[in-house]
């Protein structure tokens, strides 16, 4: 695998509460390079980037969702729309085609074991679940089917209620905050970025939707962070999760944290 550049800067992306999502709240766009250059993986046969090489490569439903929100904010800034448009098409196509239904929830899966939290095969994210939200819902307003992919949203947010033990990634911490996990591992990991993530996928659905229980769920993420933002603050850096509590890299304190 090669080396990623981890020197550039992600700047604030486009920060609005109106219906019209428009370019996302942050400018993934300087990340292409990444995908351009194969710093994660090959790219299989329709050009939908992977991570790992050779015999080792999987899909990682993230790669193809920042793949898809990169492609949307160009198409926005008038570059190379034709391509563009295709590789969100196909990144769309992805998760079409890879989705699942668990326990009336629409899902999506990663098939490869993630280590440092100890998740088999098989585990789901709530931060990908969110930003497969985000996706889709500007997808949906770019190609005038909003309704069609605002209803596949509120299907993946009814993952949002499904508990930890039931298989899902909601959590509730020892201070009674809600909490929906990247990393719904046997111990609580509470990955700052990830969570923030997810929230994003909330809002822009209740932007679109305007729908009570995507409401009531925004306003409880937004409560968990009021409360729960000074246990990632080391004092001079910022902390990852709240299992580990290891200080988050300089890219992620630079470009994801602040």
Known sequence: MKKPNHDLTLRVGHVSDARELGKFYQDFSEALHHFDENYFGDKDAHGIPMFGFGENAVYNQIYIIQYGLISYDLIHDGVNIEENTARLEKCVQWLENNEEQL??????RNHFPNIRYGLPSGWMSGMYQGQAISLLLRYGQLINQEEKYVNKSLEAFKFFHIDYEDGGVK????????????????????????????????????????????????????????????????????????????????????????
Request: glycine fraction near 6%.
């Open 103 to 108: 326990n009336g929830a629409l899902i999506w």
């Open 171 to 258: 959590r509730i911490d020892s201070e009674g905050n809600f909490w929906l996990e990247e990393y719904p591992g046997t111990e609580p990991s509470f990955v700052l970025n990830g969570f923030v993530y997810t929230f994003l996928g909330i809002y822009d659905l209740w932007r679109v939707s305007k729908d009570p229980q995507v409401e009531k769920m925004m306003n409880d993420c937004i409560d968990t962070l009021i409360n729960s933002l000074h246990k990632y603050d080391s004092g001079f850096w910022s902390i990852y999760d709240q299992q580990k509590k290891e200080l988050a890299t300089k890219y992620y304190h630079k470009n994801i944290h602040i």
